[in-house]
C-alpha cells in the first residue's frame, strides 16, 4: 500500500514559471514532511521540510504548502530554473523512537526549459 | 548541512561474490543509519534501519543474511551484499540520522552491478 502518493510523475515548465507537485498521505500519525531534491546519479538532498503544526513554509525560492484536514502537501519552486532540473521526492514520517522511517512518494521528474 | 559519505562510488563484480559498502557520516553522530535501494527512474525503497550496537530491523521482503548490515560505532555502517546476483545491480544509498534530530542526511550513493 502506497502512503505517500505524488504527483506529477513529471513536469515540464519554462524558466521563470512555477513548478508545484502535490503530495497526499494516508496515515493521519505522520508528522514530519520533508522534500528531497535528486539529480542523476546522486542521493537525495533535502531541500525543506515542514511539521503540520503550520501551513506554509518558505526557503528561498521554494515553498511547502500544508493542509492538514485534506492530508496533502505540496512543494513550489518559484522562478524555475533550468539548474532546479532534477527528480523531487516528498516524504513522511512520524517523529518517534522508532527511528523515524521515511515514506517516500514516487518522485517527480522536473524539467526547466530555458 | 550534515555530511554523510559512502564507499565506493561505484563497484562492478561478478556474480556470486560479497560487496561492502561504507557509509560515514563526517561531521555528526548518526544514533540512526538507514539502507535503500533505489531501481532506474524510481523511488527509494527502505531496505533496512539500524540503531547503533544494535541488530539491524529489515524491511518485510529484504533478506536479512544477503543484506548484512553492521552499525558498530556513531559514524560508520556498512551494508555487505553477499553472494551477489545480476538481480541486485542496482543504486544504494545510505542515510543518517542524528539522536534527537529529524532530519536525515543521505549520501551520495553506491552504484553496484553484478555481472
Known amino acids: 500500500q502506497q502512503q505517500v502518493k505524488q504527483s506529477p510523475q513529471s513536469l515540464i515548465v519554462q524558466k521563470g514559471g512555477i513548478s508545484i507537485i502535490n503530495c497526499a498521505y494516508e496515515?493521519?500519525?505522520?508528522?514530519?514532511f520533508p522534500w528531497y531534491q535528486q539529480f542523476p546519479g546522486k542521493g537525495p538532498a533535502l531541500l525543506i521540510a515542514?511539521?503540520?503544526?503550520?501551513s506554509e513554509k518558505k526557503e528561498g525560492r521554494f515553498t511547502i504548502s500544508f493542509n492538514k484536514s485534506a492530508k496533502q502537501f505540496s512543494l513550489h519552486i518559484m522562478d524555475s530554473q533550468p539548474g532546479d532540473s532534477a527528480t523531487y521526492f516528498c516524504?513522511?514520517?512520524?517523529?518517534?523512537?522508532?527511528?523515524?522511517?521515511?515514506?517516500f512518494g514516487g518522485g517527480t521528474r522536473l524539467m526547466v526549459k530555458p | 548541512g550534515a555530511v554523510v559519505s559512502q564507499h565506493p562510488s561505484r563497484v562492478i563484480c561478478k556474480s556470486g561474490t560479497s560487496v561492502k559498502i561504507e557509509c560515514r557520516s563526517l561531521?555528526?553522530?548518526?544514533?540512526?543509519m538507514f539502507w535503500y535501494r533505489q531501481f532506474p527512474k524510481q523511488s527509494l525503497m527502505l531496505m533496512a534501519t539500524?540503531?547503533?550496537?544494535?541488530?539491524?530491523?529489515?524491511e518485510q521482503g529484504v533478506e536479512k543474511d544477503k543484506f548484512l548490515i553492521n552499525h558498530a560505532s556513531l559514524t560508520l555502517s556498512t551494508l555487505t551484499v553477499t553472494s551477489a546476483h545480476p538481480e541486485d545491480s542496482s543504486f544504494y544509498i545510505c542515510?543518517?540520522?542524528?539522536?534527537?534530530?529529524?532530519?536525515?542526511?543521505f549520501g551520495p550513493g553506491t552504484r553496484l552491478l553484478v555481472l
Open positions: 542515510s543518517a540520522r542524528a539522536g534527537g534530530h529529524e532530519t536525515q542526511y
Open positions: 496515515n493521519t500519525a505522520f508528522d514530519y
Open positions: 515542514i511539521r503540520p503544526d503550520v
Open positions: 516524504a513522511a514520517s512520524t517523529l518517534n523512537n522508532a527511528g523515524n522511517m521515511l515514506t
Open positions: 561531521d555528526f553522530q548518526a544514533t540512526t
Open positions: 539500524s540503531n547503533e550496537g544494535s541488530k539491524a530491523t529489515y
